[in-house]
């Protein structure tokens, strides 16, 4: 148990359809990150909080997608009008909890997407 | 920005042998190398990792080498397990900025009995 859960694990939705996802670390955690993971590939950086503050997007992050982290805990990420260029593993990670280093990144188990 | 290239892409050896999967990175400001273990249906897990101070590390079955003047790294799993069967992935980051992981591809590692 890495600590981060993620919801839903697997969504399929039509396209054009906005869909939302939600990672919810166990306990406080300073950052937290979002990666999309095709098949067959490693993880791509999406974008990453520092407590509320998003400080980085990748420019994989287009217009049709947005991150909040309100609160400094939980973090959704919505897609809005999906394409099925979409379709991907989304992974939520988490660093510098406990004392512990920003290095350190752990993941949830991700929401797998599917785009019809 | 970093790129990561990773080889092979599968491996498959026999329960008990050892198994290496390397690693080259291209930003020399790199200086965290972790390597995560992932299975299927799951997000991937941190098996071990190495800071751009220290040429190698290990933990029970596992070492992590680094070679900084060739900006490559390796993954060494002795006496391999059918459990040790996954995907592996290295990953190369900046530490002190937004520590944002680069991946590799992977490689499928297959323990036969």
């Known amino acids: 148990d890495t600590g981060v859960s993620q919801n839903p694990r697997h969504k399929i939705t039509k396209r054009g359809q906005n869909v939302t996802f939600r990672c919810d670390p166990i306990?406080?955690?300073?950052?937290l990150y979002w990666y999309r993971q095709t098949l067959g590939q490693g993880p791509e950086f999406l974008t990453y909080f520092q407590n509320e503050a998003q400080l980085e997007k990748s420019r994989l992050l287009s217009d049709r997608f947005s991150a909040e982290r309100p609160k400094g805990s939980f973090s959704t990420l919505e897609i809005q009008r999906t394409e099925q260029g979409d379709s991907a593993m989304y992974l939520c990670a988490i660093s510098g909890g406990d004392g512990g280093t920003y290095n350190e990144q752990f993941f949830g188990p991700g929401t797998r997407l599917t785009v019809l | 920005g970093e790129n990561v290239e990773q080889h092979p892409s599968t491996l498959s050896v026999q329960e008990g042998d050892s198994a290496v999967i390397k690693c080259t990175y291209s930003?020399?400001?790199?200086?965290?190398f972790p390597w995560y273990k992932q299975e299927l249906g799951k997000g991937p897990q941190l098996i071990i990792d190495i800071r751009s101070n220290v040429g190698e590390k290990k933990d029970q079955r596992i070492a992590v080498t680094l070679n900084k003047t060739a900006k490559h790294f390796s993954l060494h799993i002795t006496e391999t397990q059918p459990e040790d069967s996954a995907v592996y992935f290295c990953?190369?980051?900046?530490?002190?900025?937004?520590?944002?992981?680069?991946f590799g591809t992977g490689t499928r590692l297959q323990v036969t009995l």
């Open positions: 990953a190369a980051s900046i530490t002190g900025t937004a520590s944002k992981l680069t």
């Open positions: 930003d020399s400001a790199s200086n965290y």
């Open positions: 306990s406080e955690h300073n950052r």
